[in-house]
């Protein structure tokens, strides 16, 4: 027997959206909240807003001081002439020096006076000074250089003391032609009593800084007039 095709039958589905994959949705686009626009930026060639300056800092300004008395200037008082620079050759120098000096006593016998005077003058050099300083004095016998300088004539031999380049040596009777120097050595070796006497206060004239004296303290004391 022939089969007789059916027909087909429509199934009416109730109207309304379909559902759609949940892949195949796109995302809704976000609408913009309405609200103040932002500020366009400034187009090259037309001035912008400007732009606030940071307020500068400050130096930190000291208290001003207060007015006060102003004090008065004082006016120096005027100085002293000072004195004349005693040279320390005694070429320079012509007279006798108004400075009190040192003095400076050394014990000796008379017949030691002049080995303690020679031994006072090595250490004065040792200890710094030119020998153009030092002038010895003897009471009684001359020292022997000054009497081997002597053998050439009182000329040559007060020539080197007017040099003032070396230690001089001279006798109490030559004293008051001996010109000033820095130390002045007294041997009392001897002598007449009163040319030692006289010896001493001249030789005081002539040392600028200091006075040596050796011999016999009591008679050292007794010539001076004074305690040493």
């Not at 500020?39 to 130096?59: F, T």
């Not at 153009?132 to 020292?143: A, C, F, K, S, W």
């Not at 040392?207 to 010539?223: H, K, S």
């Amino acid at each position: 027997m022939p089969l007789i095709p059916e027909e087909p039958q429509i199934h009416e589905s109730a109207q309304g959206p379909r559902a759609t994959p949940a892949s195949s949705r796109t995302a809704p686009t976000p609408r913009p909240v309405p609200g103040p626009r932002p500020a366009a930026p400034p187009r090259p060639g037309r001035p912008g807003p400007a732009r606030p300056i940071p307020p500068a800092q400050r130096a930190t300004r000291e208290p001003a001081a207060k007015p006060g008395p102003t004090a008065l200037a004082v006016q120096p008082e005027p100085s002293a002439p000072a004195a004349p620079e005693t040279s320390t050759t005694g070429s320079s120098a012509t007279g006798p020096s108004t400075a009190v000096p040192q003095i400076q006593l050394i014990p000796a016998a008379v017949d030691g006076a002049l080995d303690a005077a020679e031994e006072a003058v090595d250490l004065l050099l040792d200890s710094g000074r030119v020998p153009g300083d030092v002038l010895v004095i003897t009471t009684g016998d001359q020292h022997p250089w000054a009497a081997h300088e002597l053998s050439f004539g009182e000329d040559a031999y007060w020539a080197q003391h007017d040099a003032g380049d070396d230690v001089f040596y001279a006798d109490a009777a030559s004293l008051p032609r001996a010109a000033a120097r820095p130390v002045v050595v007294v041997a009392l070796n001897g002598g007449r009593e009163e040319t030692a006497v006289a010896a001493l206060p001249t030789a005081l004239t002539r040392a600028t800084t200091l006075l040596v004296v050796c011999g016999d303290p009591q008679r050292i004391n007794a010539m001076l007039g004074a305690g040493v």
